[in-house]
């Protein structure tokens, strides 16, 4: 029997449940179809393209994502269209790592960042129109695929499915779309297109990538910002890696390094007189809250002062410095900005704050945005938090260093951002840079002003 993924009704919590168990005698518990199997160059190749390229392998397991008709305007479509047409006039196949890692950056995450959102009809985000296309899901695990896990947003879907032999995905993608179209349509009482017609898939390349694609669909609606009831997540992670030594163990999760010291915690909180009122959220946007408020503070104890505070997430910020002293800068695109900055690596910080979860998400970032990691017995030393913006947030950064660092590949980026070039430079050159002014990232500073009075540079 196989035993389907836990079930979340908009969540986010595993402790759900609701996906019934899929018979099937021919696929037993340590079975190879459990086995996930990376991308490999060593075995035949299939690439077919129609508006996007589509790779297909033996034995491979495929991140996919099908959307909704009206989820992206004709005029955006065309748009993408045109950018991926002049990028693959100026990158023609064979592609390296690198050239792969751009091309999901520029034509899979900017993508995804619209979709979540919220464009179109939404029609998902019906609990009824929701669950049937979790059951399409289900209804072939462990008959013609694996089912590790899948999410099901507002206006598209994204899951992690491996093919069992005899079985195509692009076959189990037009059975889902087709047989929930048919029922969606008539549950809301509408005709026409349901699905935009070309989904998109991709090959899992490795144990570390498979684990960032499930992260991924976990924090989806974490991303976009849904509320209870508006998506569905199961989250089973049925594949095993053969590396893996017991069940449980994160693949690709990198455990050489020493222990982080205590370090500790920012929080914004009442206390000694000071006092947050409750307020009015006027702006409630997937990455930023506005809030208008009043605060009592210990100088003014009977006379709230009225306040705009943005709302933010807090973040990372590490500077990796390899084993021969240099510094790991990367090359971003900051689009309020309409430039790119040199930086070190940074991002914020999804789930509760603990000292985990902020380190946890140092070392993602040190990953996706540099193609770092550290080094067996290397460190990653706490250098406290600095308030970029007080005057309207009260958003917070937690600094560290990643002592010695080494390369594992090109930097894959989430989230629609693009980062041209990782370059590394000496503490000579990281001084000039900032004191030509070629450095201007308010944390990058912050940081480089943190390690010199530590002694670091």
């Not at 993408?80 to 091309?103: C, K, N």
């Amino acid at each position: 029997m196989l035993m389907s993924a836990p079930f979340v009704s908009g969540t986010g919590s595993d402790s759900g449940t609701g996906l019934q168990p899929v018979c099937n005698p021919g696929i037993l518990p340590g079975s190879s179809a459990f086995i996930f199997h990376p991308f490999t160059t060593s075995k035949a190749v299939q690439i077919t393209r129609r508006n996007l390229p589509h790779w297909r392998q033996d034995d491979g397991t495929y991140f996919i994502t099908f959307r909704l008709a009206d989820s992206v305007p004709r005029v955006v479509l065309e748009q993408w269209s045109h950018d991926r047409e002049a990028w693959l006039q100026h990158h023609p196949q064979p592609w390296d790592g690198s050239a792969i890692a751009e091309y999901g950056a520029r034509f899979h995450d900017a993508h995804e960042d619209w979709l979540d959102q919220g464009h179109g009809s939404c029609a998902l985000r019906d609990p009824r129109a929701a669950e049937i296309v979790a059951d399409a899901l289900r209804h072939f695990n462990g008959s013609r695929c694996v089912l590790d896990c899948f999410v099901v947003m507002p206006n598209h879907v994204h899951a992690i499915v491996k093919p069992l032999a005899g079985h195509d995905i692009s076959d189990l993608l037009h059975s889902w779309k087709s047989f929930s179209a048919r029922e969606i349509n008539k549950l809301l009482g509408r005709q026409g297109e349901f699905w935009m017609d070309e989904g998109y898939d991709h090959l899992a390349r490795d144990e570390a990538e498979l684990e960032r694609l499930r992260e991924y669909i976990a924090q989806n609606p974490v991303k976009a910002r849904l509320r209870d009831g508006n998506f569905l997540l199961a989250t089973g992670r049925i594949l095993q890696c053969e590396t893996e030594e017991s069940p449980g163990r994160m693949p690709g999760l990198h455990t050489g390094f020493k222990p982080v010291p205590h370090f500790e915690l920012c929080e914004i909180k009442d206390h000694d007189g000071w006092r947050k009122l409750p307020g009015i959220i006027v702006y409630d946007g997937p990455y930023v809250q506005v809030e208008e408020c009043s605060f009592l503070t210990p100088a003014r104890p009977e006379v709230a002062t009225p306040w705009t505070v943005a709302h933010r997430k807090s973040a990372i910020a590490i500077a990796p410095i390899t084993e021969d002293g240099k510094f790991i800068l990367i090359h971003q695109e900051r689009l309020p900005l309409r430039r790119a900055l040199w930086e070190f690596p940074a991002g914020q910080i999804d789930d509760e704050h603990s000292q985990e979860t902020i380190i946890a998400t140092a070392l993602r970032e040190l990953d996706e945005e540099a193609g770092y990691e550290l080094t067996d017995q290397g460190e990653l030393i706490p250098l406290g938090w600095f308030f970029g913006s007080q005057g309207f947030t009260a958003e917070h950064v937690y600094l560290f260093v990643a002592r010695p660092v080494r390369i594992m590949r090109a930097p894959k980026p989430v989230g629609g951002e693009h980062i041209s070039e990782v370059r590394a430079v000496s503490p000579a050159e990281l001084r000039g840079m900032i004191a030509d002014n070629i450095l201007q990232d308010a944390l990058t500073l912050a940081l480089f002003a943190r390690m010199s009075a530590k002694g670091i540079v």
